[in-house]
């Protein structure tokens, strides 16, 4: 399964909704006790995305990983005012779980933020979400025991890298 990972455009933005809208739905509905667009509707979740990569910047970026022109997985990082970065959404559409495309985006973050001069980064991930734990552990990321009540409902636990040296072997 090949695949490309650039930089969003504008007009991917449907399919960057649609992607994370797949991706989600497997794990989403089992955690909030609801389906996304239950919580988040289509629509809205579109304008947001629109106004995101109209704002992109040397210190934020969505990124997306595509295969024959669809849009199969998706990243957004950016670099906040303290000087941390943060890596806001990791979503793989699950036929391609297991195919590279989390780690390809993952290392294509680190480079962005690495590039925007971060040298700490941070992520927040479901608590109960034992899949995207154990990948960002693999990929480095690691716990700091501070959690917060998601936005959604369940709660999310913090993960942090320190950028700059290699990247954990798989």
Do not use: C
Not at 5 to 25: F, P, Q, T
Not at 74 to 92: I, K, T, Y
Not at 104 to 130: I, Y
């Amino acid at each position: 399964m090949e695949f490309t990972i650039r930089a969003a455009r504008l007009e991917d933005a449907e399919g960057v909704v649609r992607a994370h809208e797949e991706a989600s739905s497997v794990m989403f509905a089992e955690l909030v006790g609801k389906p996304l667009d239950e919580v988040l509707p289509f629509e809205a979740r579109l304008a947001e995305y629109r106004r995101s990569m109209e704002q992109v910047s040397a210190d934020a970026q969505i990124l997306v990983a595509e295969s024959g022109g669809e849009i199969v997985g998706m990243a957004v990082w950016r670099r906040e005012e303290s000087g941390e970065g943060e890596l806001s959404d990791l979503h793989v559409v699950p036929g391609w779980w297991g195919t590279g495309v989390a780690v390809s985006l993952m290392r294509a973050v680190v480079d962005g933020l690495q590039g925007a001069g971060v040298e700490h980064a941070f992520l927040w991930v479901g608590e109960e979400n034992a899949r995207a734990r154990r990948f960002y552990e693999r990929e480095g990321w690691r716990p700091d025991g501070a959690a917060r009540a998601s936005p959604l409902g369940p709660t999310e636990v913090r993960y942090r890298l320190r950028l700059g040296g290699d990247p954990p072997s798989i």
